[in-house]
């Protein structure tokens, strides 16, 4: 089907309305885990999810900035919902039955362990890595 002036209608899958807070990321999963009319959830991508993420952390923690907690203790209350909210949330999808696919900008990081690879492919957050990994990964 094409639109007026030749543009065409939009093409690919249902989607939902882009978040613009935590909570609606967490509402919209909850939609998609019960969602009778679609089998696959995508969260795309996982850097505009960490900065909803951290202004969650810093709407409940009453600070400004992630910075404003203390050297590091802002990232470590966002690995906690990422560890304790995300994750688990992703997981109830995958359990009812739902394919889940999650995109992330990547970042080549150099690897510690001398016995593996210089470096690394890993998912350019803040968050520490070992939370989030590819499959063999």
Do not use: M
């Not at 952390?57 to 966002?78: H, L, N, Q, R, T």
């Not at 957050?125 to 990964?137: M, S, T």
């Amino acid at each position: 089907e094409l639109k007026r002036r030749g543009k065409p209608a939009r093409i690919g899958p249902d989607r939902l309305p882009r978040v613009e807070t935590f909570d609606e990321f967490k509402k919209s999963l909850a939609f998609a885990r019960t969602s009778a009319a679609h089998s696959t959830v995508v969260v795309d991508n996982l850097s505009g999810l960490e900065v909803l993420i951290h202004a969650h952390v810093c709407k409940v923690g009453g600070v400004a900035s992630i910075e404003d907690f203390g050297f590091g203790k802002g990232y470590g209350k966002a690995e906690e919902v990422w560890a304790n909210d995300v994750l688990p949330a992703l997981d109830a999808c995958r359990s009812a039955g739902k394919c889940v696919i999650v995109l992330a900008h990547n970042q080549i990081r150099r690897a510690e362990d001398p016995e593996a690879l210089q470096h690394r492919l890993a998912p350019h957050l803040v968050v520490h890595a070992d939370l989030i990994r590819a499959p063999g990964g």
